[in-house]
């Protein structure tokens, strides 16, 4: 599948937009780059405007932030956003009810809603530490940092940590740690 076929779809766009409180200059801006979030979204977009996208997003939202933590905190805001929406809602409900470590065994399978090209495989080093790799990632390593952070500490993880333990761009691979005291 080449760049150009890449889509990311709604649910990611609109999971982000109910989890930033976006002022009316940002939504503009937004519009201009074709996500019209004051109206009803597309199925999907092409990745390269959604990356462009949140890189407009956290320079508007976020303009004291290095630009790391701006995408961290954007992943964490999008997870929290999904609570906000009807396929979100049920998706954190089922994962609050299983648990960190189930939730992240299951990630392979939920990731595929939100594109048609990223995948990620996930490994159990133990019972509340995993390796997932994503390729191709293509994107910013943080927010997906962000994302995985929020998603376990809203399964009942609150101190879990993530980090990026390798991240290629050339090669479109991404490689997280997370963990959480047992």
């Known amino acids: 599948m080449n760049k150009s076929e890449r889509l990311v779809f709604s649910t990611s766009v609109e999971g982000l937009m109910k989890g930033m409180a976006l002022e009316a200059s940002v939504r503009a801006e937004l519009r201009e780059l074709g996500i019209d979030v004051d109206r009803p979204l597309l199925p999907a977009y092409p990745a390269e405007l ?48 299983v648990g960190p470590r189930r939730m992240l065994l299951r990630l392979p399978n939920s990731a595929k809603s939100g594109s048609n090209f990223a995948r990620l495989e996930v490994q159990e080093l133990s019972p509340t530490e995993f390796l997932l790799t994503s390729q191709p990632y293509m994107g910013y390593a943080e927010f997906m940092q962000g994302s995985v952070r929020a ?26 740690r997370a963990s959480w005291p047992a």
Do not use: F, N
């Open 50 to 97: 959604w990356h462009r996208a949140l890189h407009l997003i956290a320079q508007r939202v976020h303009p004291t932030m290095s630009i790391a933590e701006a995408y961290r905190r954007m992943g964490e805001r999008t997870v929290y956003g999904m609570e906000d929406t009807l396929l979100g809602r049920a998706t954190l409900a089922m994962a609050k009810l």
């Open 151 to 176: 998603a376990i500490e809203i399964c009942g993880a609150p101190k879990g940590t993530v980090e990026i333990v390798d991240h290629d761009r050339r090669t479109e691979q991404l490689v997280l």
